[in-house]
């Protein structure tokens, strides 16, 4: 793909590396940093994903399988990767269902994909990430709004927002940010309840329709550039939380 960076963008020239980067949100952000100029690491555990993101990203694009869940698989990446300006970590497998119908183990395994995986990435990340850098975690709307199915999700996004806002104190002056997506039609929402849900989420909220990834991007690069914004928790949900 050929693209000319713009050179008076923010992100010209500077490194993102994006962990769930190869699908969804994740891939829409490697996308648009890419369009302002960056150069863009990707990484998620499927390597044929990952092969497929990159090709469809181009040659400013390199990737690398890796399970975020794995600390010691984290720390190896960096170490491979070097320096590099701003991080972003959209890799998550979460349950989806009421606490009391959830498999502990899956529960679990939702707070070591989504909630210890970001710290995995924060801490071998960080101290690699050059001066004016800054790192966007993900969380999601069900940390402020009761959603039944979302127990876990909901706990995991509200550390994950108590963590951004803590981070933005303890590393600056890397800034850290989170933002927060509302219902997102994305390959994450798969199952056969999916277009359901969704046509009840635009039914419900004022954007009357589900975001786009690229919507989501959009709101991280904003995280990413803007120098004065610190220790945000960004939603972006059409309007959901305020419905
Ligand atoms: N979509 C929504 O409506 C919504 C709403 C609120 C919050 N969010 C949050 O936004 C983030 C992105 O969601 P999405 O909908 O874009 O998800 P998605 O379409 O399912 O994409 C997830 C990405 O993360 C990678 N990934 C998953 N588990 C991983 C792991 N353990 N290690 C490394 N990579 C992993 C996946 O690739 P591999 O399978 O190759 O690993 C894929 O690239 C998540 O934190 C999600 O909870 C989404």
């Given at each position: 793909?050929?693209?000319v ?6 992100l010209?020239?500077r490194?993102?590396?994006v962990i769930g980067?190869t699908?969804?949100?994740g ?17 998620s ?6 092969a ?5 990203l181009?040659?400013?694009?390199s ?5 975020i869940?794995?600390?010691e698989a984290?720390?190896?990446f ?5 320096p590099f ?5 959209t890799?998550a497998?979460v349950?989806r ?5 959830a498999?502990?183990a899956?529960a ?6 989504k909630?210890?995986?970001?710290v995995n990435a924060?801490r071998?990340?960080?101290p690699?990430?050059?001066?004016g850098?800054?790192?966007v975690?993900?969380s999601?709307?069900s ?7 979302m127990?876990?999700p ?9 963590l951004?806002?803590?981070?933005a104190?303890?590393?600056?002056p890397i800034?850290?940010?989170?933002v927060?997506?509302g219902?997102i039609?994305?390959p994450?929402h798969g ?13 419900a ?6 975001g786009?990834p690229?919507?989501?991007a959009?709101a ?10 610190t ?9 959901h939380?305020?419905?």
């Amino acid at each position: 793909m050929s693209r000319v960076p713009p050179r008076n963008s923010a992100l010209a020239d500077r490194r993102v590396v994006v962990i769930g980067g190869t699908k969804g949100i994740g891939f829409a952000t490697a996308e648009a940093a890419m369009a302002k100029g960056a150069e863009v690491v990707v990484a998620s555990r499927d390597v044929s994903r990952v092969a497929g993101a990159v090709e469809r990203l181009g040659a400013r694009a390199s990737g690398a399988s890796l399970d975020i869940a794995d600390a010691e698989a984290v720390a190896r990446f960096f170490g491979q990767i070097g320096p590099f300006d701003h991080l972003v970590t959209t890799a998550a497998h979460v349950v989806r269902k009421p606490l009391l119908e959830a498999d502990l183990a899956e529960a679990r395994a939702s707070f070591d994909s989504k909630f210890w995986g970001q710290v995995n990435a924060v801490r071998s990340g960080a101290p690699l990430i050059r001066a004016g850098g800054s790192i966007v975690l993900v969380s999601g709307i069900s940390s402020r709004r009761g959603i039944g199915t979302m127990a876990f999700p909901a706990a995991i996004n509200g550390a994950v927002e108590a963590l951004a806002r803590s981070l933005a104190v303890s590393l600056a002056p890397i800034r850290v940010n989170a933002v927060s997506p509302g219902y997102i039609d994305t390959p994450g929402h798969g199952g056969p309840e999916r277009a359901a849900t969704l046509a009840k989420v635009a039914a419900a909220i004022p954007a009357g329709r589900p975001g786009r990834p690229e919507e989501v991007a959009q709101a991280i690069l904003y995280l990413l550039t803007n120098p004065f914004s610190t220790g945000t928790v960004l939603d972006i949900d059409g309007g959901h939380l305020a419905a």
